[in-house]
Structures are given as structure tokens and as C-alpha cells.
């Protein structure tokens, strides 16, 4: 059996270059194994609703659903900098391109 090479267009950060960022100033992508994909506001419906547009996005990109563990919300409402943080807890592979790359292998 021949095993084949599959190769992979990413960043810096180890992300695929097409991967669909998310859109608001102090949303991010972090590093770490599963990695928090971070979408903060001052307005809990409005994160929540970025994440869950991201995560449409990505999902139609990868053509498969995204490996998702955990979802965490994180708050901070003290006076003059209420906020709120959801992140999303994904899998580094999926965040890579690495389902996209497979298929490509493979379908040639």
C-alpha cells in the first residue's frame, strides 16, 4: 500500500489560510490543543450570535460539523467595562483544514 501525502496551506498560528476568522475586533482564534475560538461583547446576544454565524461558516467550509467540546461563557460586569465572553472550544485539526486536505487525497 501506498501511503500519500497530504499537505496543508496554513498561517502562522497553524490555521488554514481559508479558514473563515471571526469578525469582531476582540474576537480570536487562541492557541492551545483544542483551541478557544473567542467571541467577546458587551452585549451576550450579540456574541453569541457571531459565534453561532462562525460557526456556520466554518462548518459549511470544512463540509463537515466542527469538532466542538466545550462552550464557555465568561462575564465581567462591574461598572464601566461590562462584558461577555463565549468561546468555543475547538479541534485544532478541523481549525487546520486537515478534514479538506484528506478529502482531497482521497478523491484524487
Not at 498560528?13 to 479558514?19: E, N
Not at 453561532?52 to 467595562?81: C, F, K, M, N
Not at 468561546?87 to 485544532?92: H, S, V, Y
Request: aromatic share 6%; with cysteine; hydrophobic share 40%.
Amino acid at each position: 500500500m501506498m501511503d500519500k501525502t497530504v499537505e496543508l496551506d496554513l498561517d502562522d498560528a497553524g490555521l488554514a489560510m481559508d479558514l473563515p476568522r471571526p469578525e469582531g475586533p476582540a474576537d480570536e482564534v487562541q492557541q492551545v490543543p483544542y483551541r478557544p475560538v473567542q467571541f467577546r461583547d458587551d452585549d451576550l446576544p450579540t456574541a453569541l450570535e457571531r459565534s453561532a454565524a462562525w460557526l456556520r461558516r466554518a462548518q459549511q467550509w470544512l463540509g463537515e460539523p466542527l469538532d466542538v467540546i466545550a462552550v464557555h461563557l465568561d462575564y465581567d460586569d462591574r461598572t464601566g467595562s461590562p462584558y461577555y465572553e463565549v468561546k468555543l472550544l475547538c479541534n485544532e485539526e478541523d481549525l487546520a483544514g486537515a478534514p479538506l486536505a484528506i478529502r482531497r487525497v482521497t478523491d484524487s
